[in-house]
């Protein structure tokens, strides 16, 4: 009996298609973690360059501030000095400065910054204002020199408690990002430079405004400041000095040097020098302001740069953050084309293989073919089951053949004895009482005689067209074999004796009245004796024995007769 091989019985489980969706959640979630991490530190990146580069344009609107406020002791001196008539445009200038730098504390306002710290820087500005309109007032031959000076003190002070202020924002800044202590550092120190030359222009002005020699505690005060000014020069000069000569920061380095560390300082010392002045205060402060420009230009242009370089890496954490984001999408489609082409061409028609198989194992007609777009790895294995599917049919072909063979009597083409014997115990095992089979044992008379006279193939042909006779004369139901030499036999299911007997008579009628023509010319005439067994409770042997001796007494009544013989104990 052969095996099914559905895939049912086959071993369940294994599972390629689970294993790989597991391989590629694993895989999805290495590259989700990995990506991830790299996110997290690139959106860091890019958040702190976006801080740093607001961080950076508020410190520089502070140093803005903090140059108005120094901006705004020129104009205030020059208020100072000045005498009744040039009193009211000097008045203006100052307003204008002094709105200006208001409008520079305003903007900062809306900034983050400790509300004391600009509180204090207001509180201490106001203060300094109203020092110097309470001198403006006087009459320039009442004006006292300390007065001026206090006045310009005050100023001072205001400038300092600014300083505070830029000094918790340079922290800030630090702290946010140590990369940029550099820049903080050299802003602060061009801006305290700027300052310092501010105020060594200061402490002349007052003395000039008052008519007086600079007394000595200006002297000492402005060389303090020109001491720092110059160490803060030196510790900013190699930094700047190993740039290319055409980078705008060292040209304006180079400026600063020749208009204010040559002729800037070099006037001071002239009126340090120099008594009774060689020019008037306002005269002084026109020129000397002018050799201080490229400070100033010098801190906005590094603070310029750096502002830039901010905005530089906050562009480029910004484009790193893309990036990275596309890759990410980009390595999970590439996951997903994978997973889909494995599925597609590798687990599909791995599967279609498998049901290929079994198909070809329950000997299904046709196996499935490779497609067109099947790789060629797969397209050989479909080959390869193509050929043994082949192979398998004309087995089955010769195996069909051969079984055919163990059945056939080769003479006639008739079941033979064994067939007809396998028959006969199947029929019999598989019937109820009433319809028990009935065999007819059909024996050629005189056969021997016919050989003897004719020849042996003479007989051959008799036996042929004896079994086409008598196949002709039955159902397809009733089986004919050959049961051995010159012997037939029709196993009937479904017939009772009577019938078969019936039959029986019917064939030997048949046999008497057909005329052979054999092949050598000569005509013959046949008749065959015939015995019908049947009846309940026979085995195929016992069935065999009573149609032989009913054969036996149609030959022994002196053939061409019908004879039956019933089981014994049935009734008629
Ligand atoms: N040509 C041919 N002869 C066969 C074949 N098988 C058996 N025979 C012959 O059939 C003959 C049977 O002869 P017997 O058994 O004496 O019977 P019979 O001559 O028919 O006489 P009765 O049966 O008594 O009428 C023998 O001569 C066998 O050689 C066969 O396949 N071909």
């Not at 091989?5 to 973690?33: D, F, N, V």
């Not at 120099?274 to 420009?293: G, K, N, R, S």
């Not at 050959?482 to 009772?496: H, N, P, Q, S």
């Not at 007997?501 to 092949?519: E, F, P, S, V, Y």
Request: with cysteine; aromatic share 6%.
């Amino acid at each position: 009996m052969p095996h099914s091989l559905s895939p049912g019985r086959l071993p369940q489980g294994g599972g390629l298609r689970w294993k790989l969706w597991i391989l590629t959640l694993l895989a999805a979630l290495c590259i989700g973690l990995l990506a991830g991490a790299t996110l997290y530190q690139s959106v860091g990146g890019f958040v702190r360059a976006k801080l740093n580069a607001r961080a950076i344009s508020q410190f520089a609107a502070s140093f803005e501030a903090a140059n108005h406020i120094s901006a705004e002791r020129g104009p205030a001196n020059d208020l100072m000095s000045a005498d009744p008539a040039r009193r009211e445009p000097a008045r203006r200038r100052l307003q204008q400065y002094r709105a200006r730098t208001d409008r520079s504390l305003r903007r900062l306002a809306t900034t983050q910054l400790p509300a004391g710290l600009l509180a204090r820087v207001e509180r201490d500005l106001e203060l300094a204002r109203q020092r110097v309109d309470i001198v403006a007032l006087l009459d320039p031959a009442a004006r006292r020199f300390d007065q001026v000076q206090a006045a310009i003190d005050a100023m001072f002070a205001a400038w300092d408690s600014y300083s505070r202020l830029i000094q918790w924002q340079a922290a800030q800044l630090v702290r946010q990002d140590e990369a940029l202590s550099a820049a903080v550092l050299k802003s602060m120190s061009l801006g305290n430079l700027r300052e310092y030359a501010g105020r060594i222009g200061s402490y002349i002005v007052a003395p000039m405004a008052a008519g007086m020699e600079v007394p000595v505690a200006n002297r000492i005060q402005l060389q303090i400041a020109r001491g720092r000014l110059l160490e803060l020069w030196q510790l900013l000069s190699p930094g700047i000095e190993v740039l290319p000569a055409a980078d705008p920061v060292r040209q304006q380095h180079e400026l600063a040097r020749r208009h204010y560390l040559r002729h800037g300082l070099a006037l001071v010392d002239q009126l340090l020098n120099e008594y009774p002045y060689p020019m008037d205060a306002l005269a002084f402060t026109d020129h000397y302001v002018a050799t201080m420009q490229p400070l100033e230009t010098l801190r906005n242009l590094l603070l310029g740069q750096t502002l830039a370089q901010a905005e530089q890496h906050r562009q480029q954490a910004w484009r790193t953050l893309w990036l990275l984001g596309l890759i990410t999408l980009l390595a999970l489609l590439l996951l997903a084309a994978l997973v889909l082409a494995l599925q597609y061409y590798v687990f599909g028609p791995l599967l279609r293989a498998a049901d290929a198989v079994f198909a070809l194992a329950d000997g299904d007609a046709e196996p499935p073919r490779a497609r067109r777009q099947d790789a060629g790895e797969i397209r050989r294995l479909f080959a390869a089951m193509g050929i043994v599917s082949d192979r398998l049919r004309e087995r089955a072909r010769l195996t069909r053949e051969l079984e055919q063979l163990a059945i056939t009597d080769s003479l006639t083409g008739l079941l033979n004895r064994r067939a007809i014997d396998r028959l006969g115990r199947k029929a019999l095992a598989g019937t109820r009482r009433q319809d028990t089979p009935c065999l007819i044992l059909i024996d050629v008379d005189h056969f021997k005689a016919i050989n003897d006279t004719h020849g042996h193939p003479a007989g051959d042909q008799v036996l042929r067209e004896l079994a086409g006779l008598m196949r002709a004369q039955l159902r397809p139901s009733d089986h004919l074999g050959r049961f051995g030499g010159e012997e037939f036999a029709v196993l009937i299911e479904g017939a009772g004796l009577a019938q078969a007997t019936r039959l029986a008579r019917r064939l030997k009628r048949a046999i008497r009245h057909h005329r052979l023509d054999l092949d050598n010319g000569a005509r013959l005439t046949i008749t065959a004796s015939l015995g019908v067994a049947g009846g309940p409770g026979l085995d195929w042997e016992q069935m065999i024995a009573l149609a032989d001796q009913a054969l036996y007494r149609a030959k022994a009544a002196g053939r061409d007769r019908v004879r039956s013989q019933r089981a014994p104990d049935t009734p008629d």
